[in-house]
């Protein structure tokens, strides 16, 4: 994997940031700074004045080449790393530079606060900085990767790991990495030999997405010397059953697997359920990897552990929690799913954007042109959200609720309607009602189901219960739903954009619809 490299002027938070960043993604820290005056048993500032500039720069150079040969770290480069084009070029090829940047009255507060005596800034702090940023202004401008580094360090952290797609959650033993990045699908051998992951290795697709990436993840896996086996399950909500369990089952014994092996599903949620499950509960539990193919399993379904199956009473009756080892996420999959899938993940965009990012909600208000040309984005915002709150509340005791909003009605629905509509589609509808629900019962800002189905509706999905569905099997299909605990339905509703409250009893669910 790529290392990280924080880069920036004296004062930006390279440091700071960077110790948090790479204790939450759970990478070791280097400092290159502290790193060269340990191994030169010099300072830097006593460096230059008896070595001079250009003796500390080799020095730099020679750091750099050092890390290329260990394991994925999180860097914090010096002030003026990366003038020099040769480091340039080695940090570029090893890894990825985040360029932190702040306005001058900012770092000088924060070089005045921690009386640090770095290079160069020793006397007149204000001028010197000025008149260095003025002269490295074009260079540090030409960092593709920027983010503002004025936000308390633990902002800036949330903000760096949504630009790079980089996860770590570790609030379920051993932790699991979520990797977003275009073409991460020929990284897999690789990624699965790192972390020790064991053969053999059953790849469960089902029939769309195997003939399209079936053969790389395969590839990939063999040149990293694995022995595979593929076993595609019959596409589609329907086979999400015991039926299909039974035969995973069939396919592990016969590709050998054990406890150590493992299983890696290669498609959308119900694949991703499915093979999770089976690996939940095969000779007790295997190992799985997730790869999503959906945006709707990007997002949601591949992050945090649940795995099940349907039974013909209702949805996702059986199941366990087990998290997969690795998440890795290639948004370019998403260039072959069809358009309907797509806008139905969006479905469950909105609804994180709802519970927890504002600024996401406000880009899917847009409308489908402007939302789909940010389907990259759109992806690392709305696993952002996930693993918050999944982290927060891995076994859903409070908080973790809050990501059911819509699905109390959208669940059943989805089921009333035979599987006709998807899954997003009918999460679109049941958020729709729902919000309309708390707008009566709750301080819900009136007006927010108008908005939220103008919103849902400028994305190309359904906001009302087709005329065909019986309103009473829909209420029925809800007394069913698991999520009922001794006999009550709880909700979660929003209160407003960024707030949704958790717990909602309501007892007449024919007054719901
Ligand atoms: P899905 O798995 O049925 O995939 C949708 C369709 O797209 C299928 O026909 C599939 O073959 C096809 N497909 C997948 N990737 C493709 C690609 N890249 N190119 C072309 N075709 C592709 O459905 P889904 O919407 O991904 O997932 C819905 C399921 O996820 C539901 O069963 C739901 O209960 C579950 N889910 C689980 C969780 C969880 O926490 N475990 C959360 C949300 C949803
Ligand atoms: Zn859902």
Redesign the pocket.
Known sequence: MPHIFLYGPSGSGKSTVGKILADILNLPFLDLDVEIENSARQSIPDMMVEHGEAFFRDLETNALRSVSASCETVVSLGGGTLLRTENRVIAETIGRVILLETDLPTLVARLLRDGNQRPLLAVKLENKLAHQLKVRKAHYRSFALRVDSSPAPGQVVRDIQRLLGRYHLGSMEPGYDVIVQEGVLDQLGEMLRSRNLGGPVLVVS????SP?YGDRVLGSLQAAGYTTTQLAIP???IH?NLETIVSLWHGCLKAGLDRKSTIVSL???????LAGFAAATFMRGCVWVSVP??L??MV??SL?G??GFDLPEG??LVGAFHPPRLVPVDPD??S???DR?LR??MA?VVKHGIIADPDLFALCTQGWDAVSSRIPEVVRRGIAVKVKIIEEDPYESGIRAALNFGHTIGHAVELVSGFNL???EAVAIGMVIETRLAERILETDPGLSEMLAGTLSGLGLPVEIPDNLDRADIIQSMKMDKKKTAGVVRFALPVRIGCVKVGVEVANLEETL
Not at 206 to 209: G, S
């Open positions: 089902d029939t769309n997405t399209l596409a589609g909500e999400k498609g959308g949620g119900v694949v991703g359920d193919t959906t709707l399993a949601d379904a945090g649940k795995t949805k996702n999959v998403l072959t799913l069809p899938e139905a993940g469950e998807l899954h997003g």
